[in-house]
């Protein structure tokens, strides 16, 4: 099983940036998926997931409205478009996937906002 995010960057608040899961080693449409992330001192947090098919999809109250998370089974990846970016939304962000015998973690990317 492998799990690599991409797509964290420095964004000024207000903007916007897209992250990339890309995962493989397993049926991935068999799987439900969130993004977590990480603040410095902070614990990881959910922010945000999606059923297997994509046809439910869930949000921390803190990100509804700026960030949207989507997934294509046939490229094996799940997408977080991230609108309206806050200081706060910095952190490391990971993709998680339900289910699976024991925790794969990716590297996570890094999403910094400031000006």
């Known amino acids: 099983v492998q799990v690599v995010e991409s797509g964290g960057g420095l964004v000024q608040p207000g903007g916007s940036l897209r992250l990339s899961c890309a995962a493989s080693?397993?049926?991935?449409?068999?799987?439900?998926i969130d993004w977590y992330r990480q603040a410095p001192g902070k614990a990881r947090e959910q922010v945000a997931g999606i059923s297997r098919a994509g046809e439910n999809r869930l949000y921390d109250d803190s990100v509804k409205g700026r960030f949207t998370i989507s997934r294509d089974n046939a490229k094996h990846t799940v997408t977080l478009q991230m609108n309206k970016l806050k200081p706060e939304d910095t952190a490391v962000y990971y993709c998680?996937?339900?289910?699976?015998?024991?925790?794969?973690w990716g590297q996570g990317t890094q999403v910094t906002v400031s000006s």
């Open positions: 080693g397993f049926t991935f449409s068999n799987y439900d």
């Open positions: 998680y996937v339900i289910g699976l015998p024991r925790d794969y």
